[in-house]
T-cell receptor, first 113, second 116 residues
Framework: ETGVTQTPRHLVMGMTNKKSLKCEQH?????MYWYKQSAKKPLELMFV???????ENNSVPSRFSPECPNSSHLFLHLHTLQPEDSALYLC????????????FGPGTRLTVT | AQTVTQSQPEMSVQEAETVTLSCTYD???????LFWYKQPPSRQMILVIR??????QNATENRFSVNFQKAAKSFSLKISDSQLGDAAMYFC?????????????FGTGTRLKVLA
């Protein structure tokens, strides 16, 4: 379970705050992903990075800003969020963009007040 | 666009018994992968089993097996000899096999309860 780590595990923020979620993978993978998991809804892919280049951006509002400084680290910068953004945010990695298996982190439970 | 449907929000099974979780999908592609992921209360999602669409043989991993019906676009998961540790959310997922495709399509999940 230590292959993909996420911090913090829980985050409560006001709508005017700025915060960042961090993901780190220790698997030597080249692709990293951000997902949003809301209750009773399918996982929503937000962003995909391959070799630090963003290759997928699924119509995510600009209040979510990803950053991938290297292939081991992925950030999700948050600002002026809405209460409906409260969810579990999952990070995942895979060997490359063609690898079919993804390895997931434990997630960050975000609550926007 | 591809879709994945899990029609059972919740299932229960007695310990040591067998349970089958249903999944149907829709796609116009001929080459793809199908997966079952498990998300226990600790939240870390792990891969349970995968199936390549070009393979007719159903995948098996220990107590977990699938019934893959390509024509019917059905992909069910059978858990034999259920254990308390099998209690979790189970997600069915689809991924295109075409190069340059990064997107997984997930179902809404089935919560499995295992009764002692």
């Amino acid at each position: 379970e230590t292959g993909v780590t996420q911090t913090p595990r829980h985050l409560v923020m006001g709508m005017t705050n700025k915060k960042s979620l961090k993901c780190e993978q220790h698997l030597g993978h080249n692709a990293m992903y951000w997902y949003k998991q809301s209750a009773k809804k399918p996982l929503e892919l937000m962003f995909v990075y391959s070799l630090e280049e963003r290759v997928e951006n699924n119509s995510v509002p600009s209040r979510f800003s990803p950053e991938c400084p290297n292939s081991s680290h992925l950030f999700l910068h948050l600002h002026t969020l809405q209460p409906e953004d409260s969810a579990l945010y999952l990070c995942a990695s895979s060997q490359d963009e063609r690898a079919y298996e993804q390895y997931f982190g434990p997630g960050t439970r975000l609550t926007v007040t | 666009a591809q879709t994945v449907t899990q029609s059972q929000p919740e299932m229960s099974v007695q310990e040591a018994e067998t349970v089958t979780l249903s999944c149907t999908y829709d796609t116009s592609e001929s080459d793809y992968y199908l997966f079952w992921y498990k998300q226990p209360p600790s939240r870390q999602m792990i891969l349970v089993i995968r199936q390549e669409a070009y393979k007719q043989q159903n995948a098996t991993e220990n107590r977990f097996s699938v019934n893959f019906q390509k024509a019917a676009k059905s992909f069910s998961l059978k858990i034999s000899d259920s254990q308390l540790g099998d209690a979790a959310m189970y997600f069915c997922a689809y991924r295109s096999a075409y190069l340059g495709t990064y997107k997984y399509i997930f179902g809404t999940g089935t919560r499995l309860k295992v009764l002692a």
